[in-house]
């Protein structure tokens, strides 16, 4: 099993920046690829990033292309989403996940193995 715990959700103003982490732990060496997914209060989960774990390959939703980064610490068996210019609609819980899979898959949340806790995002004007 894959442990997940993610970290540094806050209340922010819009326009500012944050960094969240997810540290990994336990069978980290069965893990293809790493992903963002979030949840605002009454809608529906979606895919925000993911990263391959072995070569770095990144893949963005179109809404935040541009402002959000994900990228990992092999060794240090974490993955981080900075955001940029954060905005009101990116307020949610962002959930960090795991997934064995190939990188076809990379957008389903279905198909991931293991998730985090959560932590939450509020981006307030």
């Known amino acids: 099993q894959v442990q997940l715990v993610e970290s540094g959700g806050g209340l922010v103003q819009a326009g500012a920046s944050l960094r969240l982490s997810c540290a990994a732990s336990?069978?980290?060496?069965?893990?293809?690829?790493m992903a963002w997914f979030r949840q605002a209060s009454g809608k529906e989960r979606e895919f925000v990033a993911v990263?391959?774990?072995?070569?770095?390959?990144?893949d963005y939703a179109d809404s935040v292309k541009g402002r959000f980064t994900i990228s990992r610490d092999n060794a240090k068996n974490t993955v981080y989403l900075q955001m940029n210019s954060l905005k009101l609609e990116d307020t949610a819980v962002y959930y960090c996940?795991?997934?064995?899979?190939?990188?076809?898959?990379?957008?389903?949340?279905?198909?991931?193995?293991?998730w985090g806790q959560g932590t939450q995002v509020t981006v307030s004007s």
């Open positions: 990263v391959s774990w072995s070569g770095g390959i990144t």
């Open positions: 996940a795991a997934s064995r899979g190939s990188w076809g898959s990379r957008a389903l949340g279905s198909l991931y193995d293991n």
């Open positions: 336990g069978r980290t060496f069965t893990i293809y690829k």
